[in-house]
């Protein structure tokens, strides 16, 4: 993923068969300048037994990395993939492939509050 930069973690997010894996970035000026705000580029990975449950796990990822309290009023708000409560999200990309116990995905999105 060439947008991201910094430090990777790997664990656990929820009970169950789902794992994801975590790749945190720099915040980014050239992003920020058109927003005028803070923005930052996050990518995760997320694995489990179907494509959509993946993907939820990886986005997880991206807001848990982003902000806890944020990711807490979305998990409330039963909102989806893309949405990231107080944050305009931009530059969402996705892929999944068969691995792990079924399915990994990866997602990437800039965050600018």
Known sequence: ????????????????LAMA???????????AGKGGG???NKAAS???TTVDGAKFQAWEAVLQATDWGMWSTF??????IGVAPGYKVSNVKSSCA??????????????CK
């Not at 993923?1 to 169950?16: D, E, P, R």
């Not at 894996?21 to 050239?30: E, Q």
């Not at 998990?75 to 989806?80: E, H, K, L, Q, V």
């Open 1 to 16: 993923m060439g947008i991201t930069k910094g430090v990777a973690a790997t664990g656990l997010l929820m009970a169950g």
């Open 21 to 31: 894996t975590l790749t945190v970035s720099a915040p980014d000026a050239a992003a």
């Open 38 to 40: 803070t923005c930052l």
């Open 46 to 48: 997320g694995t489990n």
């Open 75 to 80: 998990m409330a708000s039963g909102a989806g």
């Open 98 to 111: 068969k691995g792990g116990i079924g399915y990994t995905c990866k997602i990437q999105a800039t965050l």
